[in-house]
Nanobody, 124 residues
Framework: QVQLVESGGGSVQAGGSLRLSCVASGRTISQYRGAWFRQAPGKEREFVAAVSWSGFSTYYADAVKGRFTISRTSAKNTVYLQMDSLKPDDTAVYYC?????????????????WGQGTQVTVSS
């Protein structure tokens, strides 16, 4: 089993920045892909960003490309999401996830383990 714990959420004004962290414990995730999804009120959960097990390959949703950066530590047990130039549309609960690299990176069904989520609120 893998436990994922997110932190770093909060409230910021538009244009501000936040850095989310996701720490894994239990079974190692060094060979797994790491990802962030988000869910806004009344909307379905959507893909935000993913990083390969090596950290060399990254993938982003069009809505966040150029503003968000996903990375992971060399030990590969922590995944970060640096969020810059935040917009009110980025307001959501952000979830960390990890799963096999053999599956689609932008499909939430590809991920086996999920964190509890952290709230991000961006005001205009």
């Amino acid at each position: 089993q893998v436990q994922l714990v997110e932190s770093g959420g909060g409230s910021v004004q538009a244009g501000g920045s936040l850095r989310l962290s996701c720490v894994a414990s239990g079974r190692t995730i060094s060979q797994y892909r790491g990802a962030w999804f988000r869910q806004a009120p009344g909307k379905e959960r959507e893909f935000v960003a993913a990083v390969s097990w090596s950290g060399f390959s990254t993938y982003y949703a069009d809505a966040v490309k150029g503003r968000f950066t996903i990375s992971r530590t060399s030990a590969k047990n922590t995944v970060y999401l640096q969020m810059d130039s935040l917009k009110p549309d980025d307001t959501a609960v952000y979830y960390c996830a990890t799963g096999s690299p053999a599956r689609r990176y932008d499909d939430d069904r590809s991920y086996d383990y999920w964190g509890q989520g952290t709230q991000v609120t961006v005001s205009s």
